[in-house]
């Protein structure tokens, strides 16, 4: 079991203190490991599969029809009427997720126009391609979720390190950095995106390394301000006077002080790159065309007004995790409070 620090200690009583951020920690990491389980809740491939007295697992490995007793060498479709019938005949049974369909799986027995309406089968309905919003939509938090936390990380590494440098040293360090911020932060990301999208196909690592080029921005200034400060205190000047580097002074004396303001930061980071790439999806720059998103959700319902269900699933999605974000960031901005 790790053990706090005293200072850390109050700190996370300060943290429990603020009741809703608290519990809202708890359900993102509900949603979170949810949806990073997906292929166990929503898959047209059952969990559990048995036939002729073996145990297969579908969801993990890729079956041929002839392995599970059937003619043909390809992957049987699991949810057809003669795949069922074939394993009954067999004595054996499938154990499907409550979901029984994929963020790509497309409902081909639907008796009205797509997009349907929320049913037993499609619990939130289907989207214009007769896909389960339910499904896209657990896949598309997980996506969503994965790359505000990548994109979070790279920013925090770059910024940190930036802002250190300049306040650290000062001087020359911080007036040509300070200038090169000005220069970068100038650049109209939006329009760079818009450009390079015509060359390169849009994907998730391409949407992250031009979007890590300027989110890292965020951080400099809150680092560059408090290592300004740290540097000229006591135990910083007897440290150096000890005969500490450069490097040590910073990690060990001045970076701990400093990481206290921009840790408040990092949800609202994750609130601001999640945002980002559904405004990205919603204009048909984002993730590659098909690929589950809360964007393409948006940009469907808008599409398609007859069917409400599509802009409210996404909506509530969305709203549901920026809230959780911003009750988080604000229990951690009381809980790191130099004044508290």
């Known amino acids: 079991m790790v053990q706090l620090s005293p200072v850390n200690q109050r700190r996370w009583q300060r943290f429990k203190a603020n009741r809703r951020g ?18 166990m809740l929503a898959n047209e491939k059952p969990l559990v599969l ?33 795949f069922r019938q074939l394993i009954a005949q067999q004595g054996g049974w499938m154990l499907f997720p409550p979901i029984q ?7 081909y ?11 037993g089968e499609n619990w939130l309905g289907t989207d214009d391609q007769a896909r389960d919003v339910a499904a896209r939509v657990i896949f598309g938090v997980r996506v969503s979720l994965l790359f505000a936390l990548a994109l979070t990380v790279i920013s925090s590494v770059i910024g940190i390190l930036v802002g250190a440098l300049q306040g650290y040293y000062g001087g020359w360090v911080d007036l040509f950095g300070q200038r090169l911020l000005e ?3 100038g650049l109209p990301v939006l329009y760079l995106l818009i450009i390079l999208s015509g060359f390169v196909e849009p994907g998730f690592w391409w949407l992250l390394g031009i979007m890590a ?7 400099v200034d809150v680092v560059r301000a408090e290592v300004l400060r740290g540097r000229n205190l006591e135990y910083v000047k007897a440290a150096r006077a000890l005969g500490l580097s450069n490097a040590a002074v910073m990690l060990r004396h001045v970076l701990p002080n400093a990481l206290t303001a921009t840790l408040s930061f990092l949800p609202f980071i994750l609130t ?4 980002t790439l559904s405004a990205l999806d919603f204009l ?29 699933t996404a909506f509530v999605a969305l709203a549901l995790l920026l809230s959780l974000l911003v009750f988080i960031g604000e229990a951690c901005r009381d809980a790191f409070d130099p004044r508290a």
């Not at 697992?57 to 479709?77: A, C, M, N, T």
């Not at 369909?101 to 409902?107: L, M, R």
Request: with cysteine; proline share 6%.
């Open 22 to 39: 608290f519990w809202s920690l708890w359900l993102f990491l509900a949603l979170f490991a949810t949806s990073l389980c997906g292929e």
């Open 50 to 82: 048995v036939s002729q007295g073996q145990w297969h697992f579908p969801v993990l490995v890729r079956y041929s029809e002839r392995e599970l007793g059937g003619q043909l060498p390809f992957q049987p479709d699991y949810r057809s009427a003669y």
């Open 101 to 107: 369909f994929s963020a790509d799986t497309v409902n």
């Open 109 to 119: 027995d639907l008796r009205s126009a797509v997009p349907s309406r929320p049913s």
């Open 183 to 185: 220069i970068w932060s």
């Open 213 to 219: 080029a300027f989110s890292w921005l965020t951080l």
């Open 272 to 275: 601001g790159a999640i945002g």
């Open 284 to 312: 048909g720059f984002g993730m590659p065309e098909g690929s589950a998103s809360l964007g393409e959700l948006i940009s469907q319902g808008k599409n398609n007004l007859q069917a409400p269900w599509l802009g409210l």
